[in-house]
């Protein structure tokens, strides 16, 4: 079994790589996929969005057949939906996926490979409206949510509750627990400067849940 993380110029930097560290806690602690490849649509380093640079494993083209492909966010998404030959790399490796997962606004690179058509999906709070008004989406404001085999989750560091959910789907509560544990991801419940009383905050942030 093996897992792809998808990356491009200006994506959002823990929308991938908090996932990468759960992934990566999976396999070291809990046998979970291995190899866990970076993907670019290029050889050569990616400028993500607050200005770490990274070096991908391998380009679309070295890129094998992937078990389970996740679409990270961030600015680049906007420019990314309109190009093609990505569009098509998610596209075609969906195909023989187990699982497409998207972070905050990887979920409209999803949408143009054809993937949330049909589909309940989340994305980013700033940009929930946005996913609303493509149509043929049935938008929720949760943390992280499932439709088939495709998985989408809210903004930045909901990635991190979107696999360890994942992992607890796949390898079982147990083999989750681990990695929860391994990393110390126990989110503290504190809630600084009302936020959650924001007219954009999402539902699962004010503590109601649409009907």
């Given at each position: 079994m093996?897992?792809?993380?998808?990356?491009?110029?200006?994506?959002?930097?823990?929308?991938?790589v908090?996932?990468?560290?759960?992934?990566?806690?999976?396999?070291?602690?809990?046998?979970?996929?291995?190899?866990?490849?970076?993907?670019?649509?290029?050889?050569?380093?990616?400028?993500?969005?607050?200005?770490?640079s990274?070096?991908?494993?391998?380009?679309?083209?070295?890129?094998?057949?992937?078990?389970?492909?996740?679409?990270?966010?961030?600015?680049?998404?906007?420019?990314?939906?309109?190009?093609?030959?990505?569009?098509?790399?998610?596209?075609?490796?969906?195909?023989?996926?187990?699982?497409v997962?998207?972070?905050?606004?990887?979920?409209?690179?999803?949408?143009?490979?054809?993937?949330?058509?049909?589909?309940?999906?989340?994305?980013?709070?700033?940009?929930?409206?946005?996913?609303?008004?493509?149509?043929?989406?049935?938008?929720?404001?949760?943390?992280?949510?499932?439709?088939?085999?495709?998985?989408?989750?809210?903004?930045?560091?909901?990635?991190?509750?979107?696999?360890?959910?994942?992992i607890?789907?796949v390898?079982?509560?147990?083999?989750?627990?681990?990695?929860?544990?391994?990393?110390?991801?126990?989110?503290s419940?504190?809630?600084?400067?009302?936020?959650?009383?924001?007219?954009?905050?999402?539902?699962?942030?004010?503590?109601t849940?649409?009907?």
């Amino acid at each position: 079994m093996n897992f792809g993380i998808l990356v491009f110029n200006e994506v959002e930097e823990l929308d991938f790589v908090g996932p990468w560290e759960m992934l990566t806690m999976w396999s070291k602690f809990a046998d979970g996929p291995a190899p866990c490849l970076i993907v670019s649509q290029s050889p050569g380093p990616v400028r993500c969005s607050k200005g770490l640079s990274i070096n991908p494993h391998v380009s679309f083209a070295d890129c094998p057949p992937l078990d389970h492909l996740l679409v990270p966010g961030g600015q680049g998404t906007r420019r990314e939906v309109d190009n093609p030959v990505l569009v098509d790399f998610v596209a075609q490796q969906a195909r023989h996926c187990q699982a497409v997962l998207s972070v905050c606004t990887g979920a409209f690179v999803l949408h143009a490979a054809g993937l949330l058509s049909g589909k309940k999906a989340t994305t980013h709070w700033g940009s929930l409206e946005r996913l609303r008004a493509l149509g043929d989406v049935t938008v929720v404001e949760e943390r992280y949510v499932q439709d088939g085999k495709v998985w989408s989750s809210a903004g930045v560091s909901a990635g991190i509750d979107l696999m360890l959910a994942f992992i607890a789907s796949v390898g079982g509560d147990e083999a989750a627990g681990k990695v929860q544990f391994g990393a110390e991801y126990y989110p503290s419940s504190v809630r600084y400067g009302g936020f959650e009383k924001h007219a954009q905050a999402p539902a699962y942030l004010r503590g109601t849940r649409e009907g």
